[in-house]
């Protein structure tokens, strides 16, 4: 008997959704910082076994569009709504279940298993949690919850153990030694981002976009040329930096992070271009691989 299925994490912005589906594909896929809104695509990891296929999506956060850019946001994580075998819905110790109640609404509907996972349990007491099981219990009365600490792997094992014991049987969707359904270039663009999002502050990293424009690779070695995408000039200036001090860190950082991922030498030209207001344009945004229907 073998099984498989789509596993989809949803949840609002910065409750450690990335963290948790790194964890359980055991990959480092999605790129997980301390800021909000940093994953912009449902991004797939597979996680595959002789009896079974786990495909976890994770997804951006949820929230009310401001732009364009959200709207295509929103719909990768209402899409995982639509075809999920398992729903992982995170939050955490801090917010509340009436955060986005549109969103959660829809999650009532749903008729396939739902966890409702409650993170960041390191930072609270018995008290709190049985006060916020209880506040879940209620907004979901069909969903388990299990409380996790994702950043020190607490329980995480035992939530990955009711996912398998949840699955349906089936045969696998995708073969068994794929580890995403997304291309090379695409990590190459989220390393890139995760770098901005580290070392710039305020509004720069949400204005930037990365593009891969060549990627070559030979037995030994990786050839890349990258372009960050801003929206004004006043941003290319504090991207590249004094002298280019601020774009060579980055460039820096993204190759060696670049290496570990790829496990061979990498070569890393970044040029930063300005695209005017490209998170309002439809342009821009189909050309970056957005959903805008």
């Known amino acids: 008997m073998h099984k498989a299925g789509f596993v989809n994490i949803v949840g609002n912005p910065n409750v450690g959704k990335s963290t948790l589906m790194n964890l359980l594909v055991g990959e480092r896929i999605s790129i997980a910082t301390f800021k909000a809104q940093t994953t912009r695509h449902r991004i797939m990891g597979i996680l595959n076994t002789p009896e079974m296929q786990i495909c976890f999506s994770d997804t951006p956060g949820v929230l009310k569009p401001n732009y364009k850019l959200q709207e295509s946001m929103l719909q990768f994580s209402e899409s995982a709504l639509q075809?999920?075998?398992?729903?992982?819905?995170?939050?955490?110790?801090?917010?509340?279940?009436?955060?986005?109640?549109?969103?959660?609404?829809?999650?009532?509907?749903?008729?396939?298993?739902?966890?409702?996972?409650?993170?960041?349990?390191?930072?609270?007491?018995?008290?709190?949690?049985?006060?916020?099981?209880?506040?879940?219990?209620?907004?979901?009365?069909?969903?388990?919850?299990?409380?996790?600490?994702?950043?020190?792997?607490?329980?995480?094992?035992?939530?990955?153990?009711?996912?398998?014991?949840?699955?349906?049987?089936?045969?696998?969707?995708?073969?068994?030694?794929?580890?995403?359904d997304k291309p090379a270039r695409f990590f190459v663009t989220e390393i890139l981002r995760e770098k901005i999002l580290l070392y710039y502050d305020k509004e720069i990293p949400y204005s930037v976009e990365a593009v891969v424009e060549s990627f070559k690779e030979t037995e030994k070695n990786i050839h890349i040329n990258a372009v960050?995408?801003?929206?004004?000039?006043?941003?290319?200036?504090?991207?590249?930096?004094?002298?280019g001090v601020a774009l060579k860190r980055v460039s820096s950082e993204a190759r060696k992070s670049l290496e570990r991922f790829f496990g061979k030498s990498v070569y890393l030209e970044v040029f930063v271009k300005v695209d005017k207001d490209w998170r309002n344009s439809d342009r821009a945004l189909k050309a970056y691989g957005y959903n805008l229907d």
């Not at 506040?135 to 995480?156: C, D, Y």
């Not at 960050?228 to 002298?243: A, L, N, P, T, W």
Request: glycine share 2%; net charge negative.
């Open 83 to 180: 075809d999920a075998d398992v729903l992982l819905y995170v939050t955490d110790m801090v917010e509340t279940p009436d955060k986005n109640a549109e969103f959660l609404a829809k999650v009532q509907k749903m008729r396939c298993p739902i966890i409702v996972l409650i993170n960041k349990i390191d930072i609270s007491n018995q008290g709190d949690l049985e006060k916020k099981v209880a506040e879940w219990h209620e907004v979901l009365p069909q969903a388990e919850i299990m409380p996790i600490s994702a950043l020190h792997r607490f329980n995480v094992d035992n939530v990955l153990k009711r996912i398998k014991e949840l699955l349906p049987e089936s045969p696998a969707y995708f073969d068994k030694d794929q580890w995403t």
């Open 228 to 243: 960050i995408y801003v929206e004004r000039d006043s941003q290319k200036g504090i991207i590249i930096g004094h002298q």
